[in-house]
T-cell receptor, first 115, second 113 residues
Framework: DVKVTQSSRYLVKRTGEKVFLECVQD?????MFWYRQDPGLGLRLIYF???????EKGDIPEGYSVSREKKERFSLILESASTNQTSMYLC??????????????FGPGTRLTVT | AQKVTQAQTEISVVEKEDVTLDCVYE???????LFWYKQPPSGELVFLIR??????QNEISGRYSWNFQKSTSSFNFTITASQVVDSAVYFC??????????FGKGITLSVRP
């Protein structure tokens, strides 16, 4: 069964802390994505990666960075957490096949609260 | 540019009612793909269906059906005989060549017993 896991379901951090969100997929997918979901704003793409060590900015990359050292793992890093980064963070993966890139498999999400 | 509009934000129905979730999209490409996702209260988005722009055939899967009409740029989703377990947020999404997946804002469906 297809599986995407995220390191934490709930996380509480203080303003200014460096935060790591981890995502692991076991489907051997080349594509991986990080989204944030906020009420009324839907899903917004933060960063994505088409291959190991590759990364591309999404629509809202400011304040975030990513790391992809292994194919199955994609990490989202908040360099200095701020309260406006309180959100639900969703990781996803997909195949690099035309049309199939949109068939994404999501993790359960991490609800991050920054105080 | 591509855009997905889900004009309905919240829908509430009583169990066993039929309900249709609307999705209207914009794209300049002739080749594109449309999707529906379900996000139950547990939070994990689940892929439901993919449809390419060259296939306007309607699709039925159990109580779920999808109606794709290029003439109106719509890809609507109907749940027949709704059940409480159908309560979720439903997202419509679009992808075209060399672009990212674009989601609509989502529709919150509540099915009351």
């Amino acid at each position: 069964d297809v599986k995407v896991t995220q390191s934490s379901r709930y996380l509480v951090k203080r303003t200014g802390e460096k935060v790591f969100l981890e995502c692991v997929q076991d489907m051997d997918h080349e594509n991986m994505f990080w989204y944030r979901q906020d009420p009324g704003l839907g899903l917004r793409l933060i960063y994505f990666s088409y291959d190991v060590k590759m990364k591309e900015k999404g629509d809202i990359p400011e304040g975030y960075s990513v790391s992809r050292e292994k194919k199955e793992r994609f990490s989202l890093i908040l360099e200095s957490a701020s309260t406006n980064q309180t959100s639900m963070y969703l990781c996803a993966s997909s195949l690099p096949v035309q049309g199939r890139e949109g068939e994404q498999y999501f993790g359960p999400g991490t609800r991050l609260t920054v105080t | 540019a591509q855009k997905v509009t889900q004009a309905q934000t919240e829908i509430s129905v009583v169990e066993k009612e039929d309900v249709t979730l609307d999705c209207v999209y914009e794209t300049r490409d002739t080749t594109y793909y449309l999707f529906w996702y379900k996000q139950p209260p547990s939070g994990e988005l689940v892929f439901l269906i993919r449809r390419n722009s060259f296939d306007e055939q309607n699709e039925i899967s159990g109580r779920y059906s999808w109606n794709f009409q290029k003439s109106t740029s719509s890809f609507n989703f109907t749940i027949t005989a709704s059940q409480v377990v159908d309560s979720a947020v439903y997202f419509c999404a679009l992808i075209q060549a060399n672009s990212k997946l674009t989601f609509g804002k989502g529709i919150t469906l509540s099915v009351r017993p």
